[in-house]
């Protein structure tokens, strides 16, 4: 099973700003407040830093300072009120609420965190003997035009040299890398940017292909023709491995080389003899979808071809997939169900509906694999099912990692065990080497 939509909470997106007058009291400064474990995960500390404008408008950002990175540029809220004692905000990207009632002193907020199930959440007005620290990596942020009416957050970490180009993985924006982006400033100009649909990116409505893997792809080499970024390296983390392999697979000429950042699944490289059940139902809707069209004259493919192929190759590969998915599900039918996530945000939905097959990604790849990956808390106190759950990975992580090599032979591939998923959190040492050395053959 692909596990890649996870911890909304800690990876949702930047989004614009939607603020309101204030007529109570002043709230200005940092809330801190912490979310209580639930047995299977820690408490999460996070922070609110509020601000009012001249005119009276609020805005916040928000901190998890317990993720890992934890030194974000923080999360823009989508809204937030302060009508006499009632307190509310919300990060509509990520479906989360919270409401609360200030308290007479002004110095305690208590109410009601929403996720997928509510959860009590107090916020105490940080001071300052007892603020919890959370920085910002130094960088210039601008929007650059990537295509009609679409604007991308980019942030330039300075230095000189060739580009380097960071993109983020699903729900997250270019500042998860504020503390290691600027690591290679000495040799290289690093940018990072941050996807449409997320931090003050552009948001269109997630529909018409506009989130899908090539789009996405066009975006960043937009914003490389805009910036006059000549052959720059990609880095790119978990789906951001889809912009990597869609740029590298039609425009290798355009990059000087590609690093996934446990970004090397299916949406990256696909494997037919594996199969995808996502890539497969993808790719048969779209089928499908001309197949119909083609019955009304509304399609350049022609009705037989199209039926032939899916009566012959893609409806088999489908039966085939879903087999294969059935028989995972099956193996893990006797395990603890994970949390509830709740619904998905759209956007992220758009994305994965977008992903695409990429098989010929000729440019020189460097790309690493948590196999198996860090299990953290869960399950701590269940050694037989964690050594279950690790050896399930380490089966799955083998044939992924097999059949990226046999794919892309001149690929570079590195296993991180027992890596976090976001590899540089807890392997950070051992990126930076690897990265340098594959980088100084790239000069």
């Known amino acids: ?9 800690i990876t949702i997106p930047l989004l614009m700003l939607l603020v309101v007058p204030v007529k109570a009291q002043d709230i200005n400064g940092d809330w801190q407040g912490t979310l209580k474990g639930d047995g299977q ?5 996070l922070v609110l830093h509020i601000t009012r404008s001249n005119d009276g408008a609020l805005s916040a950002i928000f901190f998890n300072i317990s993720q890992k990175p934890a030194d974000l540029d ?5 809204s937030v009120t302060l009508s006499s004692s009632d307190f509310k905000f919300s990060i509509d990207g ?27 959440l107090t916020f105490q007005r940080a001071t300052k003997e007892n603020a919890w620290p959370y920085s910002s990596a130094p960088h210039t942020a601008s929007l650059v035009t990537a295509d009609k009416n679409i604007n991308l957050e980019v942030l330039d970490f300075g230095g000189s040299g060739r580009p380097m180009i960071f993109l983020a993985g699903l729900g997250a924006t270019a500042h998860v890398f504020d503390q290691f982006a600027p690591k290679f400033v000495q040799t290289y100009h690093v ?11 552009s948001a269109p409505t997630p529909a018409n292909g506009n989130y899908a893997a090539d789009r996405l792809g066009d975006d960043v080499l937009a914003v490389m023709d805009r910036l006059k970024l000549e052959r720059p390296v990609l880095v ?18 355009k990059v000087a080389g590609l690093i996934y950042l446990d970004a090397g699944y299916a949406y990256a490289f696909y494997d037919s003899s594996r199969g995808d059940i996502i890539l497969q139902a993808n790719e048969l809707k779209k089928k499908l979808d001309d197949l119909i069209l083609s019955q009304f004259g509304a399609s350049k493919l022609d009705p037989t071809d199209l039926a032939n192929d899916l009566l012959q190759k893609s409806l ?14 099956k193996a893990m039918s006797d395990l603890p169900k994970p949390p509830a996530m709740g619904e998905v945000p759209a956007i992220g939905l758009a994305i994965i509906q977008g992903e695409r097959k990429y098989t010929d990604i000729r440019v020189p790849i460097l790309a690493f694999f948590a196999a198996p990956h860090a299990q953290g808390e869960m399950f701590k106190g269940k050694p037989e099912i964690r050594a279950r759950l690790e050896a399930m990975d380490i089966a799955r992580m083998d044939a992924l990692i097999k059949a990226f ?3 892309l032979p001149s690929a570079r591939v590195v296993r991180l065990v027992h890596a976090d998923h976001f590899v540089i959190a807890t392997h950070e040492a051992d990126v930076l080497r690897e990265m340098n050395a594959f980088l100084t053959k790239l000069r």
């Open 1 to 9: 099973m692909r596990n890649r939509i996870r911890t909304w909470i």
């Open 41 to 45: 995960a820690n408490d999460i500390r």
């Open 74 to 78: 923080g999360i823009l809220v989508s």
């Open 316 to 329: 088999p590969q489908m039966a085939k997939d879903i087999e294969e998915d059935q028989k995972q599900l």
């Open 236 to 253: 790119g983390h978990s789906i951001a491995g889809e912009e990597l392999s869609s740029i590298g697979s039609r425009h290798p000429e």
């Open 405 to 407: 090599e046999t794919g």
């Open 94 to 120: 990520a479906q989360a609420s919270y409401e609360g009632k200030l308290s007479a002193d002004g110095n305690t907020i208590t109410g009601t965190w929403k996720v997928a199930r509510p959860l009590p």
């Open 191 to 201: 940018y990072g940017i941050t996807r449409r649909g997320y931090g003050t990116s």
